[in-house]
T-cell receptor, first 115, second 117 residues
Framework: AQKITQTQPGMFVQEKEAVTLDCTYD???????LFWYKQPSSGEMIFLIY??????QNATEGRYSLNFQKARKSANLVISASQLGDSAMYFC????????????FGTGTRLLVSP | GAVVSQHPSWVICKSGTSVKIECRSL??????MFWYRQFPKQSLMLMAT?????????EQGVEKDKFLINHASLTLSTLTVTSAHPEDSSFYIC?????????????FGPGTRLTVL
């Protein structure tokens, strides 16, 4: 069974600083994908970044980067140069590449960016 | 990116009535759509996987007869909450997966907030 764990219910960061949001996962499937989504107060789910289990390099998308450590089964999200608009809930998710390829979410981390 | 719409964005209904929520992929075809429920300050919980032209696959603990899912076309899936009760009040989010090329990204609709009085 797939499981995603986010141990930080809330994180604070000052504007312009970097912040790391933790995510660990568990699966017995060798092929899987890891996702990070941002959910502002409006409720929409915004896709941020994707890392495939066979990808050799860590994924990056603008100010977002994913610190993928396969042996440790961790996929932490790093946000550089935080902005006030980054304040939101952040969810880590995993999808194994078998069956219906369901996306399973962690419990989320609420990030607050202060001026 | 691909766009997924949901209608309505919010709905208030009386206990005992049924509510239908539509999920549409606007600029792509989606053979598979997913329905999630999110309670306040909680994570998204997968309710069911909807495949075009076949019966939906429900997650354990989700009542099939209460949450009716119909995926009649490659761009439309509907969730009907039958005989709604206050405990069904929640934020319902659908998503659709792009199956051609790319990373099989999953795009989410904006959600539907259901309040049952």
């Amino acid at each position: 069974a797939q499981k995603i764990t986010q141990t930080q219910p809330g994180m604070f960061v000052q504007e312009k600083e970097a912040v790391t949001l933790d995510c660990t996962y568990d699966t017995s499937d060798p092929s899987y994908g890891l996702f990070w989504y941002k959910q502002p107060s409006s409720g929409e789910m915004i896709f941020l970044i994707y890392q495939g289990s066979y990808d050799q390099q860590n994924a990056t998308e603008g100010r977002y980067s994913l610190n993928f450590q396969k042996a440790r089964k961790s996929a932490n999200l790093v946000i550089s140069a935080s902005q006030l608009g980054d304040s939101a809930m952040y969810f880590c998710a995993m999808r194994v590449h078998t069956g219906f390829q369901k996306l399973v979410f962690g419990t989320g981390t609420r990030l607050l960016v202060s001026p | 990116g691909a766009v997924v719409s949901q209608h309505p964005s919010w709905v208030i209904c009386k206990s005992g009535t049924s509510v239908k929520i539509e999920c549409r992929s606007l600029d792509f075809q989606a053979t598979t759509m997913f329905w999630y429920r999110q309670f306040p300050k909680q994570s998204l919980m997968l309710m069911a996987t909807s495949n075009e032209g076949s019966k939906a696959t429900y997650e354990q603990g989700v009542e099939k007869d209460k949450f009716l899912i119909n995926h009649a076309s490659l761009t439309l899936s509907t969730l009907t909450v039958t005989s709604a009760h206050p405990e069904d009040s929640s934020f319902y989010i659908c998503s659709a997966r792009v199956t051609s090329g790319g990373n099989n990204e999953q795009f989410f609709g904006p959600g539907t907030r259901l309040t049952v009085l």
